[in-house]
């Protein structure tokens, strides 16, 4: 492989992660913020499907590379195991994730739940 092709790679995965990373961080911070504000009693379900993918693609983002540095002595057969194993846990993880997301818009799709407050209703 040519340094241009190598090079090329390098940017375009690091570019495709940071976009992935920038893309789940504004879903967390949306989920926390305007799905909270208006739908308090569904938020918590996404938020835990947010969070969670975050810290997936961040985990997978980082095991890909370091991986690659643990089993370099070991040659393209253990390369290749390690690429399979680890394409068995994102799939375990994506899989996990869909339910996760599935379960908050469920909740998402619920009618409300009323506010109940506690004492005084607020002066109008």
């Known amino acids: 492989m040519d340094s241009t092709a190598l090079a090329l ?4 995965s690091g570019l495709s992660s ?5 893309g789940e961080i504004t879903i ?3 989920v926390a913020t305007v799905v909270k504000r208006h739908r308090p009693d569904a938020h ?3 938020l835990a499907w947010a969070i ?7 985990a997978l983002n980082a095991a890909y590379p370091l991986m690659s540095v643990l089993v370099r002595s070991g040659g393209t057969e253990s ?3 390690a690429v399979s194993m680890l394409g068995f ?3 375990a993880a994506n899989v996990a ?3 996760l997301l599935v379960r908050g818009l469920v909740a998402l799709a619920q009618p409300p739940k009323p506010v109940v407050v506690k004492g005084d209703a607020p002066y109008r």
């Open 9 to 12: 790679n390098t940017i375009s």
């Open 52 to 58: 969670a993918s975050l810290v997936v693609t961040l």
């Open 44 to 46: 918590a379900k996404l």
């Open 18 to 22: 940071l976009v992935a990373i920038g």
């Open 89 to 91: 846990v994102r799939t």
């Open 79 to 81: 390369y290749l195991f």
């Open 28 to 30: 967390v911070v949306v």
């Open 97 to 99: 994730l869909v339910l």
